[in-house]
């Protein structure tokens, strides 16, 4: 559990490569993708990472509950005041330039915030209509910002840039479904465990079972229903702008992949693709967007 949201920040560096600093150092499943844009949308995208990877942290901390809350709705001020145009601190200086150039509607992020307060007190969900609603603001709220970044030609690609982030989500939520149970959240909806009768204390005590597996794979077809649908998404961007979302849509699958392929032994072992695979993954993908 992380002790504070976010490193030193650098008096000597601009708003913007700060932004670029954090993204480097953080985005581990990003940043190959995001290297793919042109330089001034590259650092567009920075900005948004940066933004959310702040939310995230603070609700990650091991600070008391009302600090968190605290310091999310200071970011939520902050987040106004750049709408009103005053910018505080290097993040937000670099975040209104994005917002002014590319015309990001602020209710995006203020969906994030809400995502992110979400995890402050909510610790099951019910069903899967209620872990959508999360998925949609952590998620597919950073993709339909992304998107007014990279350019679109047709209001239909919304609805793919949102079910792109709710595959990456739901991809996320399978890896760290043993730490997030660690931590006291099950993200997989109660009506799954008990479709599957599947017991996470059992699994943490015992291993993994056939159960599990079976819950494991029913989770990933939702996600994999969800990546055909974002997939969609690439024929309403440029070639060029078409290949970050294309990178992290390769990314994440293959990601789904390898966990899959291990019969879902994720439990004990965090599961991770190397340097060489993500950046291979990005370019198969980008290359196969083009050929559409």
Not at 34 to 44: E, F, G, V, Y
Not at 112 to 130: A, C, N, P, Q, W
Not at 208 to 230: H, I, P, T, V
Not at 244 to 272: F, H
């Amino acid at each position: 559990m992380k002790s504070q949201p976010e490193g030193v920040i650098r008096e000597d560096e601009s708003p913007q490569n700060y932004c670029k600093r954090i993204t480097k150092e953080r985005a581990k499943n990003f940043y190959w993708a995001i290297l793919t844009l042109p330089k001034d949308k590259r650092t567009a995208v920075y900005t948004i990472y940066t933004f959310a990877r702040r939310c995230d942290d603070i609700a990650d901390s091991s600070w008391e509950l009302s600090k968190k809350q605290e310091s999310l709705e200071r970011e939520r001020k902050k987040l106004k005041s750049l709408y009103n145009g005053e910018r505080l601190g290097k993040l937000y200086k670099a975040l209104g330039d994005t917002v002014e150039k590319y015309d990001i509607p602020r209710t995006y992020f203020e969906q994030l915030i809400r995502g992110v307060e979400m995890d402050l007190t909510k610790t099951r969900y019910s069903t899967f209509k209620d872990l959508k609603v999360y998925c949609f603001r952590v998620a597919s709220v950073v993709g339909l910002a992304l998107i007014e970044i990279f350019g679109y030609d047709d209001y239909k690609a919304k609805k793919h840039a949102i079910d792109l982030g709710l595959g990456m989500q739901l991809t996320n939520i399978i890896r760290d479904v043993a730490e997030d149970y660690n931590r006291g959240r099950i993200y997989v909806p109660e009506e799954d465990l008990k479709k599957f009768h599947c017991d996470f204390s059992e699994i943490n005590a015992n291993g993994a079972n056939n159960q599990f597996k079976e819950l494991m794979d029913y989770e990933a077809a939702r996600a994999r229903g969800f990546f055909r649908s974002g997939k969609k998404l690439f024929a309403y961007l440029s070639p060029r702008n078409r290949a970050c979302p294309a990178g992290l849509y390769g990314v994440y699958n293959k990601l789904l992949d390898k966990m899959e392929a291990s019969g879902w032994q994720i439990w004990n072992q965090r599961t991770r693709l190397n340097t060489v695979r993500k950046v291979c993954a990005v370019l198969e993908q980008w290359l196969i967007s083009l050929s559409r």
